[in-house]
């Protein structure tokens, strides 16, 4: 069956440092792979996905993500944060016959230090 | 455009009432989902439609809940008799192809 791994619960970064979020995922075969960051009391948005192509995606609000087959992962960067990237973030992997089950990491809380 | 339009956004409810919620998908999107969150289990996929016909309802966790989307534009969560531990926010989602899906933002469930 497919899971998502994200292996930081929480983490805390400074204003301007770089972040890089992890991801790990089990998946027979080629998985589509999505990050979405939720904000308090707010549903989520979607970040950037991967489903071909290139390995490295870019989305929106300058994040990045780089799918990686040989380590199975899929983590998220970016180069510098701001305070209003504070949030839950997750990584999630569409499985299922027609890609439709789409199965949620934990999420990792992003705190930014001023 | 408009997103998706979940219903109620809050609910408290005493244990033992019935509980539904609501959900419009995003016009022309084919799959409906339902999750639920919360701090314990995280994001979990009840079930999910296609065509108005339920695919996948392995995470519905007992017969107290059901899910059914009449037509196209809307579906429904019930929970019955509701009971403390079903506190949480349920999000409804919807995709056209079946991936990338967009949130609503969320109904959020007290069961006191």
């Known amino acids: 069956a497919q899971s998502v791994t994200q292996p930081d619960i929480h983490i805390t970064v400074s204003e301007g440092a770089s972040l890089e979020l992890r991801c790990n995922y089990s998946?027979?075969?080629?998985?589509?792979l999505f990050w979405y960051v939720q904000s308090p009391g707010q549903g989520l948005q979607l970040l950037l996905k991967?489903?071909?192509?290139?390995?490295l995606v870019q989305g929106i609000k300058g994040f990045e993500a780089e799918f990686k087959r040989s380590q199975s992962s899929f983590n998220l960067r970016k180069p510098s944060v701001h305070w209003s990237d504070a949030a839950e973030y997750f990584c999630a992997v569409a499985a299922g016959s027609s890609a439709s089950k789409i199965i949620f990491g934990s999420g990792t809380r992003l705190s930014i230090r001023p | 455009d408009a997103g998706v339009i979940q219903s109620p956004r809050h609910e408290v409810t005493e244990m033992g009432q019935e509980v539904t919620l609501r959900c419009k998908p995003i016009?022309?999107?084919?799959?409906l989902f339902w999750y639920r969150q919360t701090m314990m289990r995280g994001l979990e996929l009840l079930i999910y439609f296609n065509n108005n016909v339920p695919i996948d309802d392995s995470g519905m966790p007992e017969d107290r809940f059901s899910a059914k989307m009449p037509n196209a534009s809307f579906s429904t969560l019930k929970i019955q008799p509701s009971e403390p531990r079903d506190s949480a926010v349920y999000f409804c989602?919807?995709?056209?192809?079946?991936?990338?899906?967009?949130f609503g933002e969320g109904s959020w469930l007290t069961v006191v």
């Open positions: 016009s022309g999107h084919d799959y």
């Open positions: 998946y027979g075969a080629t998985p589509y």
């Open positions: 991967y489903f071909s192509g290139d390995t």
């Open positions: 989602a919807s995709s056209s192809g079946g991936n990338t899906i967009y």
